[in-house]
């Protein structure tokens, strides 16, 4: 089954709205490896709308499981990735203004700075995943980039608005999953997944590892983190 990082950004979007001290998404880390995360993600956005550049200091200094940094290829934000060398950087494409992040990097186009920000990273010891569409041509071109895994982008599946719409996105997944674990690529998957839709993910035995935020957040809210934690990982398991 995958393993659950749990994205703590919305903590710090709560935290941000008031520019107060609290919440904080250090201690909401903490009680979501006390409920049997895996993983810790963030997202360091050049806006800094969320997470700060301490928080990913702590953050590091203090979580007993795998910090996963998602990040896009400013010179400032890398110059940050390569001081904190999170466990793995997950490049993701980054619009100002966006409220989410609304796809996979585009991978036909000119991708010389994104290698060079896999290689830098790779040098500093920090293994690259790149958050892609489930695409054939994305996939392989993410092995040529040197890439160590691949992020698989589950929104469109998350959004899909009809049974038939679901069941054709989830064997893109699939065999986007297959594809990339037979070309020597970690499989990781993430966005838009909820307590409703990532039970179905789940049978696609390739992926390795699901990054979740908004929908364990907003449980967390009602539930408390730690039981929201334990509900989604509840799914995952069975």
Known sequence: MPRLSVNVDHIATLREARKAKEPDPVAAAFLAELGGAEGITVHLREDRRHIQERDLKILRSTIKTKLNLEMGTSEEIVRIALTVKPDLATLVPEKRGEITTEGGLNLSQDNSRLKETIDLLHERG??????????????????????????L????????????????????????????????????????????NVERICLIKEIEELSIGHSIISRACLVGMEQAVREMIKLIKG
């Open 126 to 151: 920090v293994l690259v995943s790149l958050f892609i569409d489930p695409t054939t041509s994305s996939v392989r071109k993410a092995q040529k980039l040197g890439a160590d895994f691949v992020e």
């Open 153 to 196: 982008n589950t929104g469109i599946y998350a959004e899909a608005k009809s049974p038939l719409e679901t069941d054709t996105e989830l064997e893109k997944l699939a065999g986007a999953a297959i594809l990339a674990k037979k070309i020597g690529l970690g499989v990781n998957a993430g966005h838009g997944l909820n307590y409703q």
